[in-house]
């Protein structure tokens, strides 16, 4: 661990590249949603908002960094 990770944290949140459950397709919706994320394709629910970490419906497929 450098001295600048002490100093600036790192944060909580991430986008992740999720594989829709329906038609497959595969879309970037971010950790920490606000609103409800549909699948641009099809219309399948793929995040709910929690008050915190999204509730994901689809498969993670990768975290972008």
Known sequence: MSEWDKI???P???FLQ???PDCGNE???FSHVS???????C???LAEP???KAKIKGEIVRILE
């Open 35 to 41: 609103t409800i994320v549909h699948c641009n394709i």
């Open 18 to 20: 999720v594989k829709c």
């Open 43 to 45: 219309g399948a629910t």
């Open 50 to 52: 929690t008050g915190g």
């Open 12 to 14: 909580r949140t991430v």
């Open 8 to 10: 600036i944290p790192k």
């Open 27 to 29: 879309q970037s919706i």
